[in-house]
């Protein structure tokens, strides 16, 4: 069964700081993505990484995904506090034509003046 | 492009009472179809997904029940709520690349 490991699950920093998410997962999977959530809000697609050493980056974030290790990172540089959010990776379990995904439990990432 | 719409955005229900809540997709066919459940703001369980018309895959069980009575609706229902049900529920649609979500829905049981 897939597995899917977020850490830190609460992130406290300030701005202008970098800071790394990393997202761990147990079986192979051949798409993982990052999502951003703002408090009472609904999941806002990030990153879509679809092969072993893609690395995308938007803003002041960069994903990057090691399948062999099975490991995604989502890298925050010079934080702001419009990063303020709770970022979730998810992982698709596909079985023929069941996809669907697994979700970590959630990165609550708070960015101080 | 493709949308997705889920209402309604709030809902407070006495226990006991009914819920349906309804989310609708614009703009692609056939798409796979999911409802997920968010307690206390942390963490997506996954509650059915549907690969088509009529066909629904329920991951836990539960107090609720879904359908999907056309390609493009998908219909998230209770006969009888309980407080465990209290929660935010996201619909999402898939086709290829990415999920995208629909806006939510906040249940409060009462």
């Known amino acids: 069964e897939l597995k899917v490991e977020q850490n830190p699950l609460f992130l406290s920093m300030q701005e202008g700081k970098n800071y790394t998410i990393y997202c761990n997962y147990s079986t192979t999977s051949d798409r993982l993505y990052w999502y951003r959530q703002d408090p009472g809000k609904s999941l806002e697609s990030l990153f879509v990484l679809l092969s072993n050493g893609a690395v995308k980056q938007e803003g002041r974030l960069m994903a990057s995904l090691d399948t062999k290790a099975r490991l995604s990172t989502l890298h925050i540089t010079a934080a702001v506090h419009d990063l303020s959010a709770t970022y979730f990776c998810a992982v698709d379990q596909n079985a023929g034509n069941n996809r669907k995904l697994i979700w970590g439990l959630g990165t609550s990432l708070a960015v101080n003046p | 492009s493709q949308t997705i719409h889920q209402w309604p955005a709030t809902l407070v229900q006495p226990v006991g009472s009914p819920l349906s809540l309804e989310c609708t997709v614009e703009?692609?066919?056939?798409?796979?179809l999911y409802w997920y459940r968010q307690a206390a703001g942390r963490g997506l369980q996954l509650l059915f997904y549907?690969?088509?018309?009529?066909?629904i895959s329920s991951e836990v069980p539960q107090n609720l029940s879904a359908s999907r009575p056309q390609d493009r609706q998908f219909i998230l229902s209770s006969k009888k709520l309980l407080l465990s049900d209290s929660g935010f529920y996201l619909c999402?649609?898939?086709?290829?690349?990415?999920?995208?979500f629909g806006s939510g829905t906040r249940l409060t049981v009462v």
């Open positions: 703009g692609t066919s056939n798409p796979n």
């Open positions: 999402a649609w898939s086709k290829g690349n990415g999920y995208t």
């Open positions: 549907s690969v088509g018309i009529g066909q």
